[in-house]
């Protein structure tokens, strides 16, 4: 990871961590990540999309419910392709004991429901505009931004507020399979 994404990584971690509003904590990030002018992400939908999330983890709860054994939450990303359309992979799972030294270490999740699918429109959205960068412009940079940091904040923010409207108090992480992760909640 470059140094720019690290630093926007932990700012975007920071705000979501200090926000109590999904809709303003997004219009943050996108400043953040310098892009408060892209019309693709002026998102007015976000709380809509938070109960969108919070009413498919209710279902997967509801069939699978949390051990009380769970001593943090993961939403984690992936790149995935239904059919011929690439979207955002994003899925709910859970570890026992320390969370963040298993996820560093890549430790088996204890809480891994058989339908932890999750969809997110925010998050399709950004994976919709990082499709539509990557095929019009040769800026590397922008693109990674999009890919890393914009990918991660949506995520950090549907997650987050999803998980706490519906009363958990776990933490919440959230982060990309191939690495990197953060506790935004709790």
Same mark, same amino acid.
């Given at each position: 990871?470059? *140094? =720019?994404?690290?630093?926007?990584? %932990?700012? @975007?971690?920071?705000?979501?961590?200090?926000?109590? /509003?999904?809709?303003?904590?997004?219009?943050?990030?996108?400043?953040?990540?310098?892009?408060?002018?892209? %019309? %693709? !992400?002026?998102?007015?939908?976000?709380?809509? /999309?938070? #109960?969108?999330?919070?009413?498919?983890?209710?279902? +997967?709860?509801? #069939?699978? &419910?949390? &051990?009380?054994? +769970?001593?943090? !939450?993961?939403?984690?990303?992936?790149?995935?392709?239904? $059919?011929?359309?690439?979207? =955002?992979?994003?899925? @709910?799972?859970?570890?026992?004991?320390?969370?963040?030294?298993?996820?560093? %270490? $890549?430790?088996?999740? *204890?809480?891994?429901?058989?339908?932890?699918? +999750?969809?997110?429109?925010?998050?399709?959205?950004?994976?919709?505009?990082?499709?539509?960068?990557?095929?019009?412009?040769?800026?590397?940079? *922008?693109?990674? +931004?999009?890919?890393?940091?914009?990918?991660?904040?949506?995520?950090?923010?549907?997650?987050?507020?999803?998980?706490?409207?519906?009363? !958990?108090?776990?933490?919440?992480?959230? $982060?990309?399979?191939? $690495? /990197?992760?953060?506790?935004?909640?709790?």
């Amino acid at each position: 990871m470059s *140094q =720019e994404l690290e630093v926007l990584f %932990h700012r @975007i971690v920071a705000q979501v961590r200090a926000s109590d /509003d999904p809709v303003s904590c997004w219009t943050r990030l996108l400043d953040i990540t310098g892009q408060a002018s892209n %019309h %693709h !992400l002026q998102w007015p939908d976000i709380a809509d /999309d938070v #109960t969108y999330v919070a009413e498919q983890l209710e279902r +997967i709860f509801s #069939t699978e &419910p949390v &051990p009380n054994n +769970i001593a943090g !939450l993961y939403f984690g990303l992936f790149d995935r392709l239904l $059919g011929m359309k690439e979207v =955002e992979g994003y899925y @709910i799972s859970g570890w026992t004991g320390n969370v963040p030294d298993a996820l560093a %270490h $890549g430790c088996e999740a *204890q809480y891994f429901p058989k339908d932890r699918y +999750i969809s997110s429109r925010l998050l399709n959205s950004v994976k919709h505009e990082t499709n539509r960068l990557r095929q019009s412009t040769a800026d590397h940079n *922008q693109l990674a +931004i999009f890919d890393y940091a914009v990918r991660f904040g949506a995520a950090a923010v549907v997650s987050k507020f999803a998980a706490l409207s519906l009363g !958990l108090r776990l933490p919440v992480y959230v $982060g990309f399979d191939s $690495g /990197d992760f953060a506790c935004v909640a709790n």
